[in-house]
């Protein structure tokens, strides 16, 4: 079974950073584009960014383009968002998801069918 570990949340001043890493437990990331999405209270889940399985395409929703910063490393089976210029509007839970296309980089949420538990982000001064 899939298995996808989020960490690297916690409670950041507005203008600060955090890097969040997605870890692969029981499978090989190499063959799976990885899309990290976010959820804040009441809201619908929205889609942050997706890297390919190559990492060769990248894709980043208008409200993060600039800010934030997504790679991988295949040979620590790990993903990363670099979230820089944080905002109290980016506060939520981050959850990072594997892709059923390995060479897409959508933000369509039918496109994934493995989930992690998510970690917290509070941009709070």
């Known amino acids: 079974q899939l298995q996808l570990v989020e960490s690297g949340g916690g409670l950041v001043q507005p203008g600060g950073s955090l890097r969040l890493s997605c870890a692969a437990s029981?499978?090989?990331?190499?063959?799976?584009?990885i899309g990290w999405f976010r959820q804040a209270p009441g809201k619908e889940r929205e889609g942050v960014s997706c890297i390919s399985s190559t990492g060769g395409s990248t894709n980043y929703a208008g409200s993060v383009k600039g800010r934030f910063t997504i790679s991988r490393d295949n040979a620590k089976n790990t993903v990363y968002l670099q979230m820089n210029s944080l905002k109290p509007e980016d506060t939520a839970v981050y959850i990072c998801?594997?892709?059923?296309?390995?060479?897409?980089?959508?933000?369509?949420?039918?496109?994934?069918?493995?989930w992690g538990q998510g970690t917290q982000v509070t941009v709070s001064s």
């Open positions: 029981g499978f090989t990331l190499d063959y799976y584009a």
């Open positions: 998801a594997a892709s059923s296309y390995p060479y897409s980089d959508s933000l369509d949420v039918t496109d994934f069918a493995s």
